[in-house]
C-alpha cells in the first residue's frame, strides 16, 4: 500500500501540534514520534503544513512520471491554480514547458471543471436534492466518507474535475497515459484510485524544472489551451464553483465555506438547512491555498488576485460559443461510507483511563486540549484504541513532575537553594532553610545575598561558570557548608547544594590540635631521652675506665705470681 503522506523521522518536541490542528484525530503518537493514521486520515495536509520540524513527506511521483514520459504518449492535465503558483498568466508558457519535459500536450482540468459543473446544474434542476454539497475536493469527499455518513446523501454523485477531465481525455485519447498535476496532496490518492497513471504535485514539478534548467518563458504568441471562455476556472478559488454557474436554479441559496473547521461546523449542521448549494474546500482559500502550492504564507490574497485576473483575461478576449466534450461520458459517481475501524469503549474502560491521570471526576476533566484532543474524555478514546500515551496529558505530568521534583528536594540529605536572574530565592529545601535559621516560606521571599556570601551565584548568572565545592562559612549559625553552583543558562538561573561539614570541620580543627600537642609531646620526650642518654653515657664511661684499670692491676699481678714460682723451681 502506498503511503501518499507520511512524517518524516523527526526530533518531535511532544508538541502535538498536528494533532492540535488535526480536522479528524488521524494522528497517533508512539515513542513520542507522530505518526499517521492512514485508515483515518483525510490527506488535507493541514498536519505538514503547521509541523515546526518542517516533517512533510508527500510519497514522490518523479521517478514514475519520468520513466512513464519515456517514449509514451502522456497527457497532463493540470490543474488551474498553476496561475497563482508558478506565476503565470498565460497556459501556453505551461504547455511548453511541459513539453520540454516529455509530455505529448497538456491541458486544463478546469475543462473536466466544465463538465462537472454543468452536473451539479442538472442535479439542482431535477428538484432530488434537499441541498447539495460539492463534490470538487477529495479530503471533504473523504471526510464525510469517513466521520459524516448522514451528510453522504448530500454530497453529489458527481466525478471530481480531475476524474471527469480524465475520462475526457480517455475518450479523446484511449492510448494515451494521463497525470494529473496539481497542489493536491489528496488528489495523490483520489487519482490512484481512479485509473490515473500518474500524478505530481506543484512542488515536484517546480522540483523538475529545476533539475532541467526550464524557465517558463513568456512566448509572445498566447493562446488558451481550449479556445473556450472556461469560467470553470474560478475553481481554484473560495466560490469559485459557484462563480463557474451559467445560471443559478431558483429554490437554492448558494454559498462556500473553505477550511477544514468550517467544513466540519457545516456537515454536523447540514441537516438544520433546506435549499443549499454547499461549496466546501478543505484548504483555507480553498485550491489556491493547497498544501503543495508555491505560493509563500500569507499570499493567499495575491494568488486569489492571480487567478481572477487569468480568468477575467479569458473572459474579456472571448472564445468559441462551445466546448469540445464527448457525449455519452458518464459523470456519475457513488460515494459509499467507509469505516475508520475504530473501537468504542466502555464508560468504565473510559473512567478508568481518565483516573489514571487523575480524573475521578467532571471536576477534574481540564479540557484544556494541551495534548491534542478537544476534551479528555476524546484523549482516553484515543489512548483505549491505542492512538495516544496516556503521558500525552501536559497537566498531569506537569502535576506528577512537580510533585517528584518537590518530593526530591525536600528528601535530599543536602540543602538546596534554586535562585532566578534577580537573585531571589524561588525554592529551597528544609535542609537548606535550616542552615540559615529561616523557615521555607521566609527564605522565598529573600535575596540570595541575604543569607550568605553570593559571589558564586554571581558567577553562575553573570558569567555562565558553575563552582564546585567551595567552602562557605555561615556567619549567622556559625556553621560550614561545602557549595556547589551550577548556572542552568537556558532558563537565566541557578542552583546551589550546600553540604554541612560543620561536625567534619569541628573534628578536623581537634584533629590538628592533637596532632600539634602529639607533636610537641614527642618532641619533649625525645629530648628527655637524648639527656638520659648523654648521662647514662657519661656513668657508662666511668665505671668502664675503673674496670679497666682494676683488670690491668689484676692482670699484672698475676704476672708477678707467674715470675715467682718460675725462679722457685
Known amino acids: 500500500m502506498i503511503n501518499f503522506l507520511e512524517f518524516k523521522p523527526a526530533k518531535c518536541k511532544d508538541c502535538y501540534k498536528c494533532l492540535k490542528h488535526c480536522p479528524v484525530g488521524a494522528i497517533e503518537v508512539i515513542n513520542h514520534q507522530a505518526q499517521i493514521i492512514s485508515q483515518r486520515c483525510i490527506l488535507c495536509g493541514t498536519c505538514t503544513l503547521v509541523c515546526p520540524q518542517n516533517a512533510k513527506k508527500v510519497h514522490n511521483s518523479i521517478d514514475e512520471v519520468l520513466e512513464l514520459l519515456n517514449g509514451q504518449e502522456v497527457i497532463a492535465s493540470v490543474a488551474p491554480s498553476f496561475a497563482s503558483s508558478f506565476n503565470i498568466e498565460d497556459f501556453s508558457i505551461m504547455n511548453n514547458a511541459l513539453k520540454e519535459i516529455g509530455f505529448t500536450s497538456s491541458e486544463e482540468t478546469a475543462i473536466g471543471a466544465y463538465a462537472v459543473s454543468r452536473e451539479y446544474e442538472k442535479m439542482l434542476e431535477s428538484g432530488k436534492f434537499k441541498n447539495l454539497i460539492s463534490s470538487a475536493c477529495p479530503a471533504v469527499n473523504k471526510m464525510i466518507q469517513l466521520y459524516y455518513h448522514d451528510a453522504l446523501k448530500y454530497l453529489a454523485p458527481c466525478d471530481s474535475p480531475m476524474v471527469a477531465h480524465y475520462k475526457i481525455i480517455k475518450a479523446k485519447h484511449p492510448n494515451a497515459n494521463v497525470v494529473f498535476i496539481g497542489p493536491c496532496i489528496a488528489k495523490k490518492k483520489e487519482a490512484y484510485e481512479n485509473g490515473l497513471d500518474g500524478s505530481l504535485t506543484f512542488e515536484e514539478l517546480d522540483q523538475i524544472f529545476k533539475s ?55 456537515l454536523e449542521n447540514i441537516k438544520d438547512v433546506e435549499g443549499v448549494f454547499i461549496e466546501l474546500n478543505s484548504c483555507e482559500h480553498a485550491c489556491i491555498n493547497g498544501p503543495c502550492s508555491l505560493i509563500k504564507k500569507g499570499s493567499a490574497v495575491k494568488a486569489n488576485c492571480s487567478i481572477r485576473r487569468y480568468v477575467n483575461k479569458d473572459l474579456r478576449n472571448g ?229 679497666k684499670v682494676a683488670i690491668l692491676n689484676l692482670k699484672k699481678s698475676l704476672e708477678n705470681e707467674d715470675k715467682k714460682e718460675e725462679g722457685n723451681d
Not at 560550614?480 to 561539614?501: C, G, R
Not at 567534619?504 to 600539634?516: A, D, G, I, Q, T
Request: aromatic share 8%; hydrophobic share 35%; net charge negative.
Open 212 to 266: 532541467k534548467n526550464i524557465m517558463l518563458k513568456d512566448e509572445k504568441s498566447k493562446t488558451n489551451s481550449t479556445g473556450f471562455v472556461n469560467k470553470a476556472k474560478f475553481y481554484p478559488i473560495s466560490r469559485g464553483i459557484i462563480k463557474s454557474f451559467d445560471y443559478f436554479v431558483k429554490g437554492y441559496e448558494y454559498i462556500a465555506s473553505d477550511g477544514n473547521e468550517n467544513c466540519r461546523e457545516v
Open 319 to 547: 472564445g468559441s460559443d462551445k466546448l469540445d466534450i464527448p457525449e455519452n461520458i458518464d459523470f456519475s459517481h457513488t460515494y459509499s461510507p467507509i469505516d475508520p475501524m475504530d473501537r468504542t469503549p466502555s464508560e468504565e474502560e473510559i473512567r478508568q483511563i481518565l483516573a489514571r491521570t487523575g480524573k475521578f471526576s467532571k471536576d477534574d476533566e481540564l479540557n484544556c486540549g494541551a495534548c491534542g484532543y478537544d476534551t479528555c474524555r476524546k484523549k482516553a478514546w484515543a489512548v483505549a484504541n491505542g492512538y495516544a500515551d496516556i503521558e500525552m496529558c501536559v497537566p498531569y505530568m506537569r502535576k506528577k513532575a512537580e510533585s517528584m521534583s518537590y518530593e526530591i528536594i525536600q528528601n535530599m540529605p543536602n540543602g538546596i537553594i534554586v535562585i532566578d536572574s534577580n537573585y531571589k530565592i524561588k525554592e529551597i529545601n528544609s535542609n537548606a532553610s535550616s542552615l540559615f535559621l529561616v523557615s521555607p516560606n521566609e527564605a522565598k521571599n529573600m535575596y540570595v545575598y541575604e543569607l550568605m556570601d553570593s559571589s558564586a551565584f554571581i558567577d553562575a548568572l553573570e558569567k555562565k561558570k558553575n563552582t564546585y565545592h567551595k567552602k562557605v562559612n555561615l556567619l549567622k549559625t556559625h556553621s560550614v557548608v561545602e557549595m556547589t553552583v551550577v548556572a542552568l543558562k537556558e532558563e537565566n538561573s541557578a542552583f546551589a547544594v550546600l553540604k554541612d561539614i560543620t561536625e567534619k570541620e569541628k573534628s578536623k580543627e581537634e584533629f590538628n590540635k592533637l596532632r600539634l600537642n602529639t607533636i610537641n609531646t614527642t618532641d619533649e620526650v625525645i629530648k628527655k631521652q637524648m639527656r638520659v642518654a648523654q648521662e647514662i653515657a657519661s656513668v657508662l664511661g666511668e665505671t668502664v675506665a675503673e674496670t
